[in-house]
């Protein structure tokens, strides 16, 4: 191979059990610079990596890493390419110093090269400090570092990362990206996987996959260049900006549109064509500005627009009733939340109250606090010291009665993957009390809302990303509950099937629902009317997305995103930190 390729795949096809995974797909790999691949779930790009890691092998088709054929070739290819899948294979028992041992002894790093090795990528990725910890023991950011410095152990020439940032916060994302720009630099080929399209902007090059296919390679700037004049901000909106963005999306001039604050992003159908204000009734002061346009617009255009704004969910569920004696400003409540393990404290102090019908996010860096928070507010973790209540129900005294009254979606897939669908289905609606007709009706309505038929024989641990999250969330709101707990709900999932997702979010929201989210990904923060920001263990800042960016922001700053806010804050209450006595 010449001209700088490391990779070149050449009519390439696979095929699981009869399905075509990849139909077709030519690419080019360069050195030296990140080249990301991008796609809905199931486009192929999970399985494109594994055929370049000679993990399959090709139904048809051509692979050449460095001159090398992935399985004619798989003992020379191990020696030059590293390869870190979505679920790297940590021992969480071993210290960071037993994983980086076993990975030398596997790829075969010995004597002065492997004590050379260790001393770099310790220091790369800043977990000198921390090698006699255990692995299971260290933040989600660390994780993926560690991940990271096992994958470089030989020092490959080519660099395969699957999802590597997926939950981890944006400070640790940042860090990530950092680190293997230098890699990049340095002359290394890196393929970089990614549900996150503002990381894939930064790529060279970008592969955006679909229905197994590349639909576009090359420049990200010249495909968001595409779309200038298609992206607007609607601002100033008056009522309710989740009826106005359903609204919207039901106009033909807009094929996407996000929340942003109390704003609205708006992709356009074709430039220069508006929407009507009249028709969004936004009220009389709104108005419509261009704004730059980003790859993630592009991406939502190429796969022919968003889901629209209209939740079926929202529409098979009842108003959302609450017992005439609670309050509606406290549905959720937490006063003074401490925890502690030990020594340690992880929440300190906590206080916050969350009102009926209203989305509440908590954000925060990995090992920050928040899922702590998260956990007893649902009452999984009993407080040390403090209160947490729901609807006035204090989980100490009564946390059977107040589990009842809300419905938890786990940050990782907390289903039972050996078990069917149907099973699963079956399994919370009995948990949650249903029996006889009353339950065979809500499992049936579910499996229609959420699309599930094809997949109710099907167990829930080999599902699509996607349908898994549409089963998590069907058994999470089976028994119709008045508040929602959504612990990193969409983390990895495509940009179409986030909007999915937060559609029926809103909807529930306009029904009455009151919801309690933790993300790390800051534009699903966008959504929330409300946000507490944790850090070390105290909650550093609180507010509407836009208080959040105003305190955050400089006076001559404007149109700060919310990924630069939350790493803003975080930096000043370092600072702060450092400079008390």
């Known amino acids: 191979m010449d001209d700088g390729i490391a990779v070149a795949i050449r009519g390439l096809e696979h095929r699981f059990a009869g399905q075509v995974a990849l139909g077709g797909v030519d690419a080019d790999i360069r050195r030296g610079r990140i080249t990301g691949l991008v796609g809905p779930d199931g486009a192929g790009k999970t399985t494109l990596m594994r055929l370049m890691a000679g993990l399959l092998k090709p139904g048809s088709g051509t692979i050449r890493v460095e001159n090398l054929d992935p399985i004619g070739d798989a003992d020379a290819l191990h020696r030059l390419l590293g390869y870190m899948p979505q679920k790297f294979g940590l021992y969480e028992d071993l210290t960071v110093q037993e994983n980086l041992d076993l990975y030398a002894d596997l790829r075969g790093v010995h004597g002065q090269e492997r004590q050379r090795s260790f001393a ?32 470089l152990l030989g020092t490959p020439q080519v660099l395969l990362l699957d999802e590597p940032s997926v939950g981890v916060d944006p400070i640790s994302r940042r860090e990530l990206w950092r680190m293997v720009g230098e890699l990049a630099h340095g002359g290394m080929a890196v393929v970089w996987s990614t549900s996150y399209l503002d990381e894939a902007e930064l790529c060279g090059d ?45 106009l033909p001039e807009v094929i996407d549109g996000v929340i942003q604050g109390r704003s609205l992003r708006l992709v356009l159908r074709n430039a220069g064509k508006y929407p009507s204000l009249e028709q969004l009734a936004a009220g009389a002061d709104a108005v419509l500005v261009e704004v730059k346009p980003r790859l993630e617009d592009a991406f939502i255009d190429i796969l022919g627009g968003g889901p629209g704004g209209d939740s079926v969910l929202a529409e098979h569920m009842p108003q959302a009733a609450l017992p005439p004696d609670v309050d509606i400003d406290a549905v959720i409540s937490a006063k003074s939340l401490t925890r502690r393990f030990g020594d340690f404290v992880a929440t300190d102090d906590i206080s916050f109250q969350v009102r009926r019908g209203e989305i509440f996010g908590l954000l925060g860096p990995n090992g920050a606090g928040k899922s702590t928070t998260f956990k007893m507010m649902c009452g999984l973790l009993r407080p040390s010291s403090g209160q947490a209540t729901v609807m006035g129900i204090d989980f100490k005294r009564s946390a059977s009665q107040a589990r009842r009254k809300l419905g938890y ?15 699963n289905l079956e399994f919370f609606s009995g948990i949650y009390g249903l029996r006889g007709a009353q339950q065979r009706a809500t ?16 167990p829930a641990g080999e599902l699509p990303l996607g349908f898994k999250q549409r089963l998590a969330l069907s058994c999470a709101i089976m028994h119709q509950p008045p508040l929602l707990f959504l612990d990193e709900p969409t983390s990895g999932v495509d940009p179409i099937t986030r909007r999915e997702f937060w559609t029926h979010i ?50 001559d700053e404007v149109d700060m995103t919310m990924e630069e806010a939350f790493i803003r804050l975080v930096q000043n209450d370092d600072r702060s930190r450092e400079a008390a006595p």
């Open 120 to 151: 770099q990528l310790l220091s790369f990725t800043d977990l000198t400090r921390f090698t006699d910890r255990p692995a299971g023991k260290l933040s989600g950011g660390m994780k993926q570092k560690l991940g990271l410095a096992c994958t």
């Open 206 to 250: 970008v592969l955006l996959m679909n229905a197994g296919k590349v639909v576009y390679a090359g420049a990200p700037a010249q495909l968001i260049d595409t779309m200038r004049g298609r992206s607007l901000q609607l601002r100033n909106i008056a009522g309710s900006h989740r009826q106005v963005l359903q609204r919207a999306l039901r």
């Open 409 to 423: 979606m786990a940050q990782k897939f907390a289903l039972y993957g050996n078990l069917t669908v149907a099973q």
């Open 443 to 458: 499992i049936d309505d579910m499996v229609r809302v959420f699309s599930l038929q094809p997949y109710l024989q099907s």
């Open 506 to 555: 809103n909807g529930l929201v306009d029904k009455g629902v009151t919801v309690m989210v933790t993300t790390h990904f800051m534009d699903e923060a966008e959504y929330c009317d409300r946000i507490g920001l944790v850090y070390r263990g105290r909650m550093i800042a609180a507010g509407t997305p836009d208080d959040l960016k105003q305190q955050a922001s400089h006076a």
